[in-house]
């Protein structure tokens, strides 16, 4: 009797002493699980670029024959552009074949150029009269032909596709310049001046 109730002691000891171990090491503080915060949502508004497209054909894709050297009285494409910065004066249109500069030109072979555009105009409808100056003030230049207004692309057949840019300046100030003034006076002239600007292009080659 006097040995089971020594063993009986024993294991109440054991057992108190197992569950005060087990007490402790649930009370001692581990280390803090590393967590990381997620980033701050940002609360800049999205910055959107100006852009410019046409209805006549996609950004990258064939340009009509109707706008060509295909057709003997070739008209302009209609163009429209949006998201236009605050503060726009004026803008600036230049169209070039990519693949045909000129000798000794740092630029493409000109086919349009337009300039003094008024600030609040938003589109250009296909066929512009091919005029120095438009009744809104708009001033065409001489393009690569010699020639006042559009020249349809004309890259020959079996060539590659030529790549014609369109390229439209927003600028803060009308232009001191008039319909003499050449590709590289108009750059020259918006140095400084441009707040935004777009750009598509189009392809185009004859089919024979």
Excluded at 90 to 108: K, M, N, Q, T, Y
């Amino acid at each position: 009797m006097e040995s089971f109730k020594r063993m009986l002691i024993a294991g109440m000891a054991v057992c108190m002493m197992s569950t005060f171990a087990a007490a402790r090491q649930a009370a001692v503080p581990g280390p803090a699980p590393v967590t990381t915060p997620p980033p701050p949502a940002s609360t800049a508004p999205p910055v959107m670029g100006m852009g410019l497209r046409s209805v006549a054909f996609d950004h990258g894709g064939v340009i009509p024959d109707k706008y060509s050297q295909s057709v003997p009285q070739p008209v302009s494409p209609p163009l429209s552009w949006s998201d236009v910065p605050a503060g726009v004066k004026s803008f600036a249109l230049i169209c070039e074949d990519l693949d045909a500069a000129p000798p000794r030109s740092p630029v493409g072979t000109l086919h349009w150029l337009m300039f003094n555009i008024p600030g609040e105009t938003r589109m250009l409808k296909e066929g512009q009269p091919a005029v120095p100056v438009l009744p809104d003030g708009t001033v065409q230049g001489l393009n690569q032909g010699n020639v006042v207004g559009w020249r349809g692309p004309g890259a020959r057949w079996p060539g590659p596709h030529h790549n014609y840019a369109f390229v439209l300046y927003a600028l803060d100030k009308k232009l001191d310049l008039g319909p003499e003034a050449t590709h590289a006076q108009v750059l020259e002239a918006m140095k400084g001046h441009v707040l935004a600007k777009a750009a598509t292009v189009g392809r185009f080659h004859r089919k024979n």
